[in-house]
């Protein structure tokens, strides 16, 4: 298989690993003490090509494609979605740094990414040294407060919910319109991403994608949210950082330190000037907010 983004990690080696009964395409790179970058939807691992070198100084990095993206296995969804709820999705990620040798880290998650690193916060205690969230708020506080207003914005997060093969169907006779929507939404511009990361985006939006998709989405309003009810005491143990795109609807109506307050025991924050994909929009101020933090002993 040809690597399209080999150019954008000229430092890193992609490779597979077969963990937790699925196989998970990373790349790794730099050296020094670990720390594990999860991306989100609809995107790959490329998303993190802006800081990623820049991280690889001073950290041995791991950029993940989370089971159902990119180049990771994309299994048929269970009944109840089980497979692709977060509680497994965080296990593939700890198994991942486990078969690497870590089992200490730190994390940073972008969107779905995040709400993986949320739930392995939780379910994995003692993994996480310190932990940095990237424009959300918390799944259950989503659902909880769930208006018109952002209905209409986070529209998607309803529509892939929908029994199979209806959104599947309808996103795979336009899979081109609906991915660019998707990245050019949420506050952000076409210009904010690379050829080479949106050919990679369109490279991986396979069927097998798509309905990996859905069913991660049918995973967070069904069987996440019973494990977040059921969990609803347990909060995040280790330092935890949110950063926010100030141009995405997220910033406009919800407080991210007050919601994640909630959720985690010791946690800072502040808005980057961009939208949703802030890590591509404005890499320089993310980096500097995730060093600053990392680093901050």
């Not at 937790?20 to 970058?37: A, F, H, K, M, Q």
């Not at 997060?157 to 795979?172: D, H, R, S, V």
């Not at 977040?228 to 991210?256: S, V």
Request: charged share 25%; aromatic share 12%; hydrophobic share 35%.
């Amino acid at each position: 298989m040809t690597d399209h983004v080999a150019a954008l990690f000229p430092n890193f080696e992609k490779k597979y690993a077969k963990v937790n009964g699925v196989e998970i395409c990373y790349r790794i790179g730099g050296d020094g003490p670990p720390i594990l970058l999860l991306h989100g939807f609809p995107q790959t691992h490329a998303m993190w090509h802006p800081i990623a070198d820049q991280l690889a100084k001073c950290y041995t990095v791991i950029c993940a494609d989370l089971r159902g993206y990119g180049d990771s296995s994309k299994p048929e969804g269970e009944a109840d979605h089980s497979n692709y709820c977060k509680v497994e999705m965080a296990k593939d990620m700890v198994s991942l740094m486990s078969s690497l040798g870590f089992n200490e880290f730190q994390l940073i998650g972008h969107d779905r990414g995040g709400r993986v690193s949320h739930r392995l916060c939780l379910d994995y205690p003692s993994h996480v040294k310190k932990v940095v969230i990237l424009d959300i708020i918390p799944t259950l506080t989503f659902f909880d407060s769930v208006t018109q207003h952002t209905a209409e914005a986070y529209y998607h997060w309803f529509f892939l919910t929908q029994k199979k093969p209806f959104p599947e169907t309808l996103i795979g006779n336009s899979k081109t319109e609906f991915l660019e929507k998707t990245l050019h939404g949420l506050g952000s511009t076409q210009a904010s991403f690379t050829t080479e990361a949106i050919a990679e985006y369109h490279r991986c939006f396979t069927d097998e994608n798509i309905h990996a998709i859905c069913e991660d989405y049918r995973a967070a309003a069904t069987i996440d949210l019973l494990h977040d009810r059921a969990d609803k005491e347990k909060r995040i143990q280790c330092p935890t950082l949110i950063l926010w795109g100030e141009n995405g609807f997220m910033h406009k109506n919800y407080d991210f330190v007050a919601a994640w307050r909630e959720k985690a025991n010791i946690v800072t924050g502040h808005s980057i000037k961009a939208g949703h994909f802030l890590v591509e929009e404005n890499p320089d101020a993310t980096y500097d907010a995730i060093k600053g933090f990392l680093c901050d002993e």
